[in-house]
């Protein structure tokens, strides 16, 4: 009766791997099951062999459950990689941007102070001339030697001249008069060194005074050239 009975156990323990190899999460259970009922029932008898039968079960189980550890330990390695991996590229970035932001702010104060600084240079360029003349006096000539060097300092920048004449005599007087005093200044920042693609302007005559009023003092003023530094993109997005 025992013998029949250790039989059965052993026989049920070695069909059940069989039936169920098909799925990779038992293999290992199974075949500890039947491994643990052969070695249950050497030693113990039936009642060794159902013992061993579970023991083996709980030990291939457990052979199972390590391979998938280990897959999962490997899956998380290889995450842990690429979340480093991320991590470093955005950070990266964000040091881009840091710097870019700098760069931008660093650029925009400087074209601030440029922008300034023309605007300083500009108030006051004005050559001035006597009634009825288009010569240039020494005194504007030593001024438009000092704009003749900034032009070559700042080759990026560009002069637009503009050329007026008084209120006395005709308008067509007055226009050529302006026109030729707008040609002596270009003349001179010519021979200064500058070049002449970089000198644009237009004559008014007297069609522009600085006030509505005529006078002698407000004549003086109205006899003039003025002259303003722009960059040279400025320039041209103008005249578009």
Do not use: C
């Not at 490997?74 to 941007?97: F, G, H, M, P, V």
């Amino acid at each position: 009766m025992k013998t029949q009975l250790l039989a059965s156990v052993i026989s049920l323990a070695l069909i059940a791997p069989a039936a169920n190899a098909a799925e990779r999460d038992h293999n290992e259970e199974l075949v500890g099951l039947g491994s643990g009922a052969l070695i249950g029932a050497a030693v113990g008898g039936p009642v060794g062999a159902i013992i061993g039968a579970f023991a083996g079960g709980i030990i291939g189980k457990s052979v199972g459950d390590e391979e998938e550890i280990k897959d999962h330990k490997l899956t998380l390695a290889t995450q842990d990689a690429e979340i480093e991996r991320l991590a470093q590229k955005s950070a990266n970035y964000d040091a881009l941007a840091s710097d870019y932001a700098i760069t931008r702010a660093q650029l925009n104060t400087l074209q601030t102070a440029r922008e300034a600084k023309l605007t300083e240079l500009t108030l006051g360029l004005n050559v001035q001339f006597k009634t009825g003349s288009s010569e240039i006096e020494p005194h504007f000539q030593n001024q438009l030697q000092a704009v003749a060097r900034v032009m070559e300092a700042q080759p990026d920048l560009v002069i637009d001249l503009k050329g007026f004449a008084d209120r006395r005599g005709d308008s067509d007087y007055n226009q050529a008069l302006s026109e030729q005093r707008l040609a002596n200044v270009k003349a001179y920042l010519v021979s200064a060194g500058v070049a002449s693609d970089r000198l644009q302007g237009q004559a008014f005559g007297a069609t522009a005074p600085l006030s509505a009023d005529a006078g002698f003092e407000s004549d003086f003023f109205d006899r003039r050239v003025t002259l303003e530094l722009v960059p040279a993109d400025t320039s041209m997005a103008a005249t578009h």
